[in-house]
């Protein structure tokens, strides 16, 4: 199943794993509504992912992010390339804190890249700038 194919079907689950479809869960952060907390924003960045949407990932990572890059291009194709070399199997949510302008989510994305199991646990961190969360830094746990 591509992204492509996905994003078709509104009706299909949330690849976040909330047990809503697309369209009540994640799809309408990607068509631009703005999430209300930093889970809501991770999960929809997890779902960016797995539906190769690059622009929404680019669009909520902060400036101060280490990956964080001016050259567009070169890093929402990285971003892309991501996608298309990984199957997303199953997102946890395994910590989720958060203060006025700050949060942490712990999450496991369960993810397969060439047949060989690349699941990783990472703590987010997250930050609210102009009233949106953004994507700060994470750390692998
Ligand atoms: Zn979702």
């Given at each position: 199943?591509?992204?492509t194919q996905f994003i078709m079907d509104l009706e299909n689950?949330?690849?976040c794993c909330s047990g809503?479809?697309?369209a009540q869960c994640c799809g309408r952060f990607h068509e631009g509504a703005t999430p209300e907390n930093a889970l809501q924003l991770m999960r929809s960045r997890y779902?960016?992912?797995?539906l190769n949407i690059p622009d929404y990932i680019v669009k909520t990572t902060h400036p101060k992010n280490p990956q964080y890059s001016k050259n567009l291009l070169s890093w929402k194709q990285h971003s892309s390339q991501f996608s298309q070399n990984s199957l997303f199997h199953r997102l946890e949510i395994l910590?989720?804190?958060e203060k006025e302008k700050e949060a942490?989510?712990?999450?496991?994305?369960y993810i397969s890249q060439n047949n060989r199991d690349a699941t990783f646990?990472?703590?987010s961190h997250f930050e609210k700038?102009?009233?949106c969360w953004l994507y700060r830094d994470g750390q692998k746990v």
């Open positions: 199943m591509t992204g689950l949330c690849p809503n479809t697309y779902s960016a992912y797995a910590d989720f804190m942490t989510v712990t999450f496991t994305a646990t990472e703590k700038m102009d009233g």
